[in-house]
């Protein structure tokens, strides 16, 4: 226990010194001069990085997000109309337009 207590009190007095350090920082116009300006750096290198994948026809983060939402919605949609085909089936109503194939049919399909 006691190494809990040291470790908590070690714990408690580095999150007062970083809540001190970063306000004297914040208060200083230099800092947060420099931190804007850091800000703004890395705005502009994020799309200077996000045209050149785009040159090179590589998606970019928020492009490839996007892709992998809608297949995993697609996925979701064809899951449900397979369910929906195998509960018509089992009640014996026919699958739709494309149901059910003749003997022919299903003979060239096989080829």
């Known amino acids: 226990m006691a190494d809990e207590s040291l470790i908590d009190r070690l714990k408690a007095r580095g999150e007062e010194m970083f809540t001190q350090v970063s306000g004297q920082l914040m208060q200083n116009p230099q800092f947060v001069k420099a931190m804007q300006g850091a800000r703004k750096g890395k705005q502009a290198l994020d799309e200077a990085a996000s045209r050149a994948l785009k040159q090179m026809n590589?998606?970019?983060?928020s492009e490839?997000?996007?892709a992998?939402?809608?297949?995993?919605?697609l996925e979701r949609?064809?899951?449900e109309l397979w369910a929906a085909k195998a509960a018509r089936r089992k009640a014996g109503k026919p699958a739709g337009k494309r149901g059910k194939r003749s003997a022919k049919g299903a003979q060239t399909a096989g080829k």
């Open 64 to 66: 490839f997000k996007k």
């Open 58 to 61: 590589i998606p970019t983060r």
């Open 68 to 73: 992998v939402t809608r297949i995993e919605s």
């Open 77 to 79: 949609e064809l899951t």
